[in-house]
């Protein structure tokens, strides 16, 4: 129980981190890099105990499908190359598959 506990305090840290970069659609548009960077460091911060890696690894869980759910749900802003002006970067809106027939 207190590995479960620890997870998911450790996986509930780091997405209101998170949400504090601001626009969260725009967080969203690198959830791969966000995904293994959070287990890498959840492992790197319990290394030493299988329980630690135990905690490690349900809190990368945790963190991955909490992003999965956010994209599907909010959707995601993209950088491209052509939306640059004025030196700061455009983001283009994608609407979540589900919002786009409505």
């Known amino acids: ?10 996986a509930i840290g780091i997405l209101f981190m998170l949400f504090k970069c601001g626009d969260i659609r725009k967080v969203l548009a ?6 293994i960077g959070a287990t890498v460091g959840l492992a790197m911060l ?7 890696m135990a905690i490690a ?22 950088l ?4 640059w002006q004025n030196g700061k970067p455009g ?3 994608s609407e ?7």
């Open 1 to 10: 129980m207190m590995i479960l506990t620890l997870a998911i305090v450790s």
């Open 30 to 35: 690198f959830d791969l890099l966000i995904d």
């Open 46 to 52: 319990f290394y030493g105990t299988l329980g630690g």
């Open 57 to 78: 690894a349900i809190g990368g869980l945790i963190i991955t499908v909490a992003l999965w759910i956010l994209k599907k749900a909010l959707g995601h802003q993209v």
């Open 80 to 83: 491209t190359i052509n939306g």
């Open 91 to 93: 983001f283009l809106h």
């Open 96 to 102: 979540a598959k589900w919002r786009q027939n409505i």
